[in-house]
């Protein structure tokens, strides 16, 4: 087994306990538990809980709150409110009962839950906190392994467009990991900042000492995990854990020596909550290492002692340690004797960094790889001016930001970065300073801006063998292609990714690029082909615990499913995930698959629920009253709205679609939303209106060119002509639409033109001419509702009466809460693809 322990020590302390309501939340562990199950919420929603309840006595401002929970006062009214559905939410509470957390109107809240305390004093431990990581766009894999972190996301600019986007727009730009410094030893603030030279004054280990135990030098190829740092040093070192980890791999890397990415191995901790122990075999099976390396970390009255365990399988096959003054010369030393029982020679002193600079940014990035946003920056601006003021400090504070949400201000430091970096000066500096800003105009919705500076990104790390970099490069310039609908050359970007990155050995990188594959194959129309990229691609984040790629993958499946008219596998892949819904914070990832749920269960004839869950998302989504609807949400419920007979509100919903999907990417959900908006005009009574809209959605069409957005056009334009009883003119539109859709080749798009199509072709009579057009979604007929009950209309309408009627009881058992109208009936316009 491997055991990985966080930084603790012993400390005494009143351990405080609040119960209400069958749930406790324990101050001192930072604990919610609800009927006897943990809780999983964010510190911030934590953190208002608690204040709450310890100021039960009274009503606590808007402004008080914010002050004691985010130490700021610029945090906006929708994050709190945000917050507040959280804390809600988690204890079983809700904004219409407010049983437990009551709303003070034009004041603040107040907690009303009868609640008893119970407080003991007792002997217990802390930890470094290293949380399980976050933001929801996510631009490199440094985002991808924060991405289930609860941190609260940033809130928008007023002028920002938020929306929820699908994993094209959000899983594609998840580009892979390289830390983007080189980690070689500890920087101690202290001996920084007072004695500058200290930090090479230990360099020589006092004293190693090597275990008894060997290792095969046939086996000397195996790839090695390095798990995180046992530490047992106090609170002040807990940055050991992970910055000692990567130092570790990269001493290992350095010669020659395969090793995990150290972001595999913060995934894989991250997916063991306690972590505590980590079974070799999920080691093993997420990342394919034969060998796990177990680092211990002991402060000793002469210094630190570092201990290596080598593991392969359950047994142990060699122990190595060794003593220094310096936490990283010990790490060093025991790590150069390891590589020699693996029969590699040690890389030299100039083979590693051994500039201050480089010291800074290991403690830097160490405390960043614990997501602590704000301690990784006091970390740089409490450095020496010399060292604080180098660029590579300066991108580091740049990333911080990034990381934080903070994207204007990032962007503006690394533009101002990139005037005073050149190619020749600092080619790998300017790398990364092109690389992240081009991963923020993609996270900013400007992947047009993103492509020269990704493309420059790439001529210069493919200069350098640095495969880890040069991978994620091209994954995030895939990401930027797909946006802007040049698929083949995002197919290309992947394919030179995937490369890249098997060079590197990142499993977990290598997921993203499957994921994205995935995402590709269906913006080109190949659902079939996504489904098996996207299972792999899901398998691999949950063994690393990756919650985010969970639900962006399976949003994509979700849609893969939908597409093949599966709805039954469509809302399985839905259900599966479902109960982890509400344990991620981020309202756009839990939109991007709710909407896709929602979606299933109208398929499944869930009408009910799949209303009740956008208007939940529509309300956690909306930043504010003037932000209008995101996109995906308002096509959805205005298509829901249409087919409950409510025109206005179908009108009003899509046009806030069409105006909220303007991108390359959203072109297919633009195209749907713009055919309901037009239908919904013409249902009510609004001509002139619906015949702008039609002529408007139909340029635009011709300009994008592409396959759905001209079929549903197409389809609008017939649907328009028949209600204006031009007959000639709309069996021209729907010919045109029928061959637009079997070129596509998607059935769900094949199912709505025929439905519409086939349904005129029966009302006029020409029972000819319908048997030919049903007959191409006839073999879906079993399984999709709208199929089965067209079918069923066409028998009737051929007087094939017993057949009409066993296909009628095949709509009705598919139809859950839709009605099913008696035959004959009046044509049915297929409204939705699910």
């Known amino acids: 087994m491997a055991r990985i322990v966080r930084a603790r020590y012993p400390v005494r302390m009143r351990h405080e306990s609040y119960h209400f309501y069958g749930c406790v939340a324990d101050a001192a562990t930072r604990e919610l538990r609800r009927d006897g199950r943990l809780v999983t919420s964010s510190p911030k929603v934590f953190d208002c809980l608690i204040y709450l309840i310890e100021h039960r006595d009274r009503a606590v401002g808007r402004d008080e709150l914010i002050a004691a929970v985010w130490g700021r006062a610029d945090v906006s009214d929708a994050l709190l409110g945000q917050t507040m559905l959280k804390a809600r939410r988690a204890i079983g509470d809700t904004g219409h009962e407010q049983t437990a957390i009551r709303t003070v109107p034009r004041f603040g809240y107040r907690w009303i ?35 289930d972190e609860r941190v609260p996301e940033m809130p928008p600019s007023p002028s920002r467009r938020t929306r929820s986007r699908l994993i094209s727009g959000v899983l594609a730009v998840a580009a892979v990991v390289a830390l983007l410094v080189a980690l070689l030893r500890g920087w101690q603030q202290h001996d920084t900042q007072n004695h500058p030279a200290a930090a090479t004054q230990a360099l020589a280990p006092s004293h190693t000492a090597v275990a008894e135990g060997s290792v095969d030098s046939r086996d000397a190829d195996g790839t090695v995990a390095v798990m995180p740092v046992a530490n047992t040093a106090g609170d002040d070192w807990f940055w050991l854990q992970l910055g000692l980890m990567d130092q570790i791999g990269r001493r290992l890397h350095l010669a020659g020596q395969a090793v995990v990415p ?20 999920k080691v093993w099976a997420a990342t394919g290492a034969r060998y796990v390396v177990l680092p211990h970390a002991t ?28 936490v990283v010369a010990a790490a060093n030393a025991a790590t150069d004797s390891l590589l020699i029982a693996l029969g590699k020679t040690p890389p030299s002193e100039q083979d590693s960094e051994t500039f201050t600079i480089n010291q800074l940014l290991q403690r830097t990035d160490a405390v960043l790889l614990g997501s602590d946003f704000d301690g990784a920056r006091r970390v740089i601006e409490t450095a020496p001016p010399a060292l604080r003021n180098q660029p590579a400090a300066r991108f580091m504070l740049a990333r911080i930001d990034w990381h934080a949400g903070a994207l204007d201000t990032a962007s503006e430091r690394l ?45 210069l790390r493919s200069r350098e063998n640095l495969p880890a970099e040069l991978g994620e490069t091209y994954t995030a310039f895939a990401g930027a292609l797909i946006n802007l609908g040049r698929y083949e050359e995002a197919g290309d970007a992947l394919a030179r990714a995937r490369v890249q990155l098997g060079l590197a050995g990142d499993t977990l ?76 914070d981020s309202a756009h990832i839990r939109g991007t698959l709710g909407v896709q749920r929602a979606w299933a ?67 297919y959900e633009r195209a749907r939303a713009w055919r309901t ?13 619906a015949a702008t809209q039609l ?51 998607v059935p769900a798009d094949l199912a709505a033109v025929v439905v519409s199509y086939g349904n005129a072709l029966i009302a006029d009579g020409k029972l000819d001419q319908a048997s030919e057009v049903i007959g191409r979604v006839a073999r879906w007929a079993d399984h999709d509702f709208d199929c089965a009950l067209l079918q069923a209309r066409l028998y009737n309408a051929l007087g094939q009466h017993g057949s009409a009627e066993t296909a009628m009881a095949r709509a009705r058992s598919l139809a859950g809460e839709r009605v099913v109208p008696a035959l004959p009936s009046a044509p049915l316009v297929k409204v939705a693809h699910e």
């Open 262 to 281: 150290s972001s595999n191995i913060v995934a894989l901790t991250r997916a063991s909550p306690q972590a505590e122990t980590i079974p070799y075999a």
């Open 415 to 459: 533009r101002a970065l990139l005037g005073e970096v050149s190619a020749e000066r600092d080619p790998a500096l300017r790398a990364r300073l092109l690389y992240t800003l081009g991963a923020v105009e993609i996270r900013e919705d400007r992947s047009a801006d993103a492509v020269p500076l990704l493309t420059e990104a790439l001529k």
């Open 509 to 584: 990188a290598l997921a993203i690029v499957d994921a994205n594959e995935g995402s590709l194959d269906i913006a080109r129309g190949r659902p079939a082909e996504a489904l098996p990229l996207l299972q792999r691609a899901k398998d691999c984040f949950r063994l690393f615990g990756w919650l985010s790629g969970r639900f962006l993958t399976t949003a994509a499946e979700v849609k893969a499913h939908l597409a093949l008219l599966d709805s039954t596998a469509a809302l399985a892949a839905s259900d599966a995930i479902e109960p982890q819904l509400d344990q991620h």
């Open 677 to 689: 908006l037009v239908l919904a005009r013409q249902a009510g009574t609004q001509a002139n209106e």
């Open 299 to 326: 402060r000793t009255a002469n210094g630190w002692r570092v201990q290596l365990d080598l593991h392969e399988g359950d047994r142990s096959k060699r122990v190595v340690e060794a003593q220094s003054d310096d």
């Open 113 to 147: 839950a009868e609640t008893s305390t119970k407080s003991t004093v007792a002997a217990t431990t802390e930890s470094a906190h290293v949380p399980d990581t976050a933001p929801a766009k996510i631009a490199t894999m440094e985002d991808a392994s924060r991405a």
């Open 695 to 745: 002529d408007e959605f139909s340029q635009w069409a011709r300009k994008t060119a592409q396959p759905a957005p001209t079929l549903y056009a197409a389809l609008a334009r017939a649907e328009h002509a028949r209600d204006l009883h031009r007959a000639d003119e709309a069996y021209q539109e729907y010919a045109a639409a029928l061959d637009d859709a079997a070129r596509w080749g």
């Open 601 to 667: 269960l109208v398929a499944n004839g869930r009408i009910g629920e799949a209303t009740h869950l956008l208007d939940q998302l529509a309300v956690e989504i909306s930043h504010d009253e003037h932000s209008g609807l995101p996109g995906d949400i308002a096509s959805a419920r205005s298509r829901l709205s249409l087919g409950a007979g409510d025109n206005s509100a179908a009108a009003r919903e899509a046009s806030a679609a069409v105006a909220a999907l303007p991108t390359v990417d959203e072109q």
